[in-house]
């Protein structure tokens, strides 16, 4: 952001425009009752499935709202991103769609397969050093050079209001919904999401979920201002990543919205991707896994009510798959 720019408050009106930018590429998401968690539960158990947009995760929502909005000028420039996972894909995915060019910078630390799928969406890949924090340098060169835009996978109006977009499709479909929960790591999809549940119903509970190690957004509202921390090997490696010691929004927002936050173990997490590959015949990430880990473990912090948790992805390398399913015997 530059200092001329204005940081602005994003309110549920934002959320309505973004759906209305977003609809032209991006299709609702189903919303399915798990059968077997609300027996667990005794109450009804909802999964919005943010797995099933074509790459896998909802992040291309986000990424769909800030790259329509941006001027014919902008398009022509083109944007660029440093991330490899999620966001990365999204808009890789999304400038592809739209004809506009899309760098990313990558260290050459990143993997081959990752490089690879990047490609096969379209994007350019500039390789650079041997850090993600080199490939940021790099990418706001470009911006500074070029005039691309970087699209920052959280910190952002837009971003956040795409996300929230979620939100609505839970309003209109879920009239007795009460608690909601949501993987957190930057924090772009509680806040959008939580900000539009609550402009509409102030009771509605919004629960963020993350892992036990390395869980930066937890350590920073802790502390009362943005930390970083080292990062460790997870299986839920989407939500790692800082909030940015210079965060705008999120990491206020979350204060805002968020009622409460439960961290989950790797053996949590583990357990709970198995148990959704054999109860439901469902693949999921480490990160949306953590909603399911929360809701096995009963550690909802709420007792009654209709419950959705967000599966927010499903892109995970078939060889953590095979280890986690032959970690654990099923059981009938
Ligand atoms: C990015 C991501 C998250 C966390 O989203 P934030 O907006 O960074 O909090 C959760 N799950 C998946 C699968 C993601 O890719």
Redesign the pocket.
Same mark, same amino acid.
């Given at each position: 952001m530059t200092s001329t720019e204005m940081k602005k408050d994003i309110k549920i009106r934002d959320v309505w425009e973004a759906r209305k930018r977003i609809g032209q590429i991006i299709n609702r998401t189903p919303l399915i009752q798990s059968t077997i968690l609300s027996e667990k539960l005794g109450r009804n158990v909802y999964l919005k499935l $943010?797995?099933v947009h074509e790459v =896998? /995760?909802?992040?291309v929502r =986000?990424a769909a709202n800030k790259i329509l909005s941006l001027s014919l000028e902008e398009r022509k420039n083109g944007v660029a991103t440093y991330s490899t996972?999620?966001?990365g894909m999204a808009v890789a995915f999304v400038a592809n769609k739209l004809g506009i060019d899309a760098v990313v910078c990558i260290s050459n630390r990143v993997p081959k397969a990752k490089v690879d799928s990047l490609k096969r969406l379209g994007a350019q890949i500039e390789i650079v050093g041997d850090s993600q924090d080199e490939a940021g340098v790099r990418c706001y060169e470009l911006e500074y050079e070029k005039g691309v835009t970087v699209i920052e %996978?959280?910190d952002d109006p837009h971003?956040?209001a795409g996300?929230g977009t979620i939100g609505l499709e839970l309003l209109e479909e879920l009239p007795y919904l009460k608690d909601v929960i949501? %993987? !957190? +790591? =930057? =924090? *772009? !999809? !509680? /806040? *959008?999401i939580g900000m539009t549940l609550k402009s509409n119903d102030r009771d509605i509970r919004v629960t *963020?979920v993350s892992m036990e190690r390395s869980a930066v957004?937890f350590e920073s509202l802790k502390t009362g201002k943005p930390i970083m921390l080292e990062e460790s090997e997870t299986l &839920?490696d +989407? !939500?790692l990543?800082g909030i940015g010691l210079e965060n705008q929004y999120?990491f206020q927002m979350v204060q805002q919205y968020m009622d409460d936050i439960v961290l989950l173990s790797e053996e949590e997490i583990a357990y709970s991707m198995a148990f959704m590959m054999d109860k439901h015949r469902m693949i999921m $990430?480490g &990160? &949306?896994a953590?909603g399911i880990a929360a809701v096995l473990g009963s550690k909802i912090p709420h007792q009654e009510g209709d419950i959705a948790v967000?599966i +927010? *992805?499903?892109?995970v390398d078939l060889s953590v798959l095979l280890t986690i399913i032959q970690n654990y015997g099923f059981e009938n």
């Open positions: $943010e797995n =896998g /995760s909802f992040k =986000g996972g999620n966001h %996978p959280f971003v956040i996300q949501v %993987p !957190l +790591s =930057g =924090g *772009g !999809l !509680l /806040s *959008g *963020g957004m &839920a +989407s !939500l990543g999120t $990430e &990160a &949306a953590t967000i +927010s *992805g499903q892109n």
